[in-house]
Each structure stands twice: as structure tokens, then as C-alpha cells.
């Protein structure tokens, strides 16, 4: 009898799969980690300290390189001072493209004739 072989998952190639809308924000975002840190008067193997990386690692990640984890990302947010900036960007109130999409449906709604409750329509 043959024994089963397990094969290994082939991880993803994100250099080949971002967008370049992708990989443009994330050197961005990688090149704001490096100022922030910079302005903290902090060296990369400080932060790395900090953070509980290895300094390659944090050099990755302020390079953009999507190989690093979001935890890290997270962990370097935090050992900064930057996660509340993270939590605004994200809520849903500050979300354009969520409002603009929904002032859409409800314009569409108008058009069809029906009466929209000023009560459902939340800004």
C-alpha cells in the first residue's frame, strides 16, 4: 500500500499578485513607518527590540514588502503611538466610498418613486 504524501500548501507570490495600487501604498505606508520612527529618534534595531523582530525584518516592512504580517505591522503601529490612526481611517463614519455608495442608493431609490424616511438615511 502507498503511503499518502502531504504536500506542502505553495505559499502565494505577492510580488506577482498586487495590484499596483497595492504595492505603491504599501512603500508608502512602509516609508511612513521609517519617518515615524526617524522623528522618534528611534534606530531600526530599536524598534525591532521593541517589537520582538529580527532588524531585517522591520527593514522589510518600511521597504513594503507585503512578506511581513499584519501582527508585526500591528506591533510596530503600537510601539510608535499609531493605532489609533488605523481605527479612524477604518471606521465606517470616515468611510467615503461607503457614503458615496449609499447617497448612490438612495438617489436611485428617489428616481423609482418611493419615499425614502428621513429616519433610514443616516450621515
Do not use: C
Not at 505559499?11 to 508608502?28: D, F, G
Amino acid at each position: 500500500m502507498k503511503a499518502l504524501s502531504r504536500s506542502k500548501k505553495a505559499k502565494p507570490n505577492w510580488e506577482v499578485l498586487l495590484t499596483a495600487e497595492a504595492e505603491s501604498e504599501m512603500k508608502r505606508v512602509g516609508q511612513l513607518l521609517a519617518d515615524a520612527r526617524k522623528l522618534r529618534k528611534m534606530s531600526v534595531v530599536e524598534l525591532a527590540v521593541r517589537v520582538g523582530v529580527d532588524r531585517r525584518t522591520l527593514g522589510q516592512l518600511e521597504k513594503g514588502s507585503p512578506k511581513v504580517s499584519l501582527g508585526i505591522f500591528f506591533q510596530v503601529l503600537s510601539a510608535l503611538g499609531l493605532l489609533r490612526g488605523i481605527e479612524e481611517a477604518l471606521n465606517p463614519e470616515n468611510d467615503l466610498e461607503a457614503i458615496s455608495a449609499a447617497v448612490r442608493r438612495v438617489r436611485g431609490r428617489r428616481k423609482s418613486g418611493k419615499v425614502i424616511d428621513d429616519e433610514l438615511v443616516k450621515f
